[in-house]
């Protein structure tokens, strides 16, 4: 009798063992997808929701994070989730997920279809019934939220993983600050540092693309240069910090009048290039008469437009104008002059910059 008592207890104590052994395996690979998303992805978001599944065992894991606007929204999650559609407002709701993002305190419950707590917008899009709100935190920063579901109603979180759980969150933090930093670096590569418009590299990368989207899609393309008038007088009466403000504003102001889809960038000093994406000749003189009344300080300024044809390559779109812009400079300025499409570079070169 004590030898079998012996063996069913050895026999259970094995397979205890294995189980753990089991458990730190899947610990150690989510762990693994974690560190390799820190290091590696563009956006680590993806791989650490799936790690986040794959350590608990869960059927799904969705991080939330904040809009400027207050509100929290799904920024990752494991496949085949409507992210769009969850949308938490932390003031004024009280899910679960709202007061883990509040107290910075770990939520669990058991049952979504019995608990109080629990929002019935994330059940009906997800069925899940057991539910782990961990809220991510860094440097005392509220970060995100990591909402792990299990399709089963569970009286404890599954406690072998809680610890990695929160080991994970610790990862999620790091990897969310190192994305943001890349974002920031990224946009910072791309950006005149003074007024924010697209650097010259970016336009050209933007311009490449919009003239071979207009050039597939036969859609109307049309290229703007701006001067501002008599910056250099502006400067020396106001001082270079007044002319630096006027730059700022004169970017805030352009686009205030456009679409989000179209590009500001700043071609060199007090010149600017906008491109105007499915945007006709005739519009965009519609849309450049605008900009004539919003350069901020009292300031006028020239522009020259001229709408991509089929042959274009962006230096020859980029030369006409800059041909119409001198037109408008030459016309008397603070106006808007358009140089055809159909017209040559040989044209002008022959006719001059009249238009």
């Not at 629990?118 to 539910?131: D, E, H, I, K, N």
């Not at 989000?260 to 600017?272: I, L």
């Not at 522009?303 to 020859?316: F, M, S, V, Y």
């Amino acid at each position: 009798m004590l030898r079998v008592v012996i063996i069913l207890f050895t026999g259970f104590a094995i397979q205890t063992l294995v189980g753990q052994s089991r458990q730190r395996t899947a610990d150690v690979a989510a762990l693994g997808v974690a560190t390799r998303a820190l290091g590696v992805e563009s956006d680590p978001r993806p791989a650490l929701c799936a790690a986040a599944r794959l350590v608990t065992g869960a059927a799904f894991a969705i991080l939330f994070e904040p809009h400027p606007d207050g509100t929290l929204v799904a920024t990752a999650g494991t496949d085949g989730l409507n992210l769009a559609s969850m949308q938490i407002n932390p003031a004024t709701e009280a899910s679960a997920t709202a007061e883990a993002w509040r107290t910075g305190e770990r939520i669990y419950i058991a049952d979504t279809i019995t608990s109080p707590r629990a929002s019935t917008r994330l059940a009906t899009a997800t069925g899940a019934v057991g539910v782990l709100f961990q809220p991510i935190t860094r440097d005392g920063r509220r970060m995100a939220v990591l909402v792990v579901g299990f399709p089963d109603a569970r009286r404890r979180g599954p406690e072998s993983a809680l610890h990695v759980v929160e080991l994970l969150a610790a990862e999620i933090g790091a990897a969310l600050d190192r994305a943001d930093l890349v974002a920031r670096l990224a946009v910072q590569a791309r950006t005149d540092p003074l007024t924010g418009a697209s650097n010259r590299r970016s336009w050209d990368e933007q311009l490449d693309r919009e003239l071979a989207r207009a050039q597939r899609t036969a859609d109307p393309l049309t290229v703007a240069m701006l001067d501002l008038d008599h910056f250099k007088v502006f400067n020396d009466a106001f001082g270079h910090s007044s002319g630096d403000a006027l730059l700022r504003d004169f970017v805030v102001a352009i686009r205030a009048e456009l679409r989000t889809g179209d590009v500001v960038a700043r071609w060199g000093g007090e010149e600017f290039v906008l491109a105007l994406p499915s945007c006709d000749l005739e519009r965009a003189r519609t849309v450049a008469t605008r900009l004539l009344s919003v350069v901020p300080s009292g300031q006028t300024v020239s522009i020259g437009l001229t709408q991509a044809r089929e042959h274009d390559t962006p230096r020859t779109l980029i030369s006409r104008a800059d041909l119409a812009l001198y037109a408008a400079k030459d016309g008397g300025r603070n106006q808007v002059r358009s140089l055809d499409a159909l017209v040559s570079l040989d044209d002008l070169s022959a006719a001059g910059p009249a238009v």
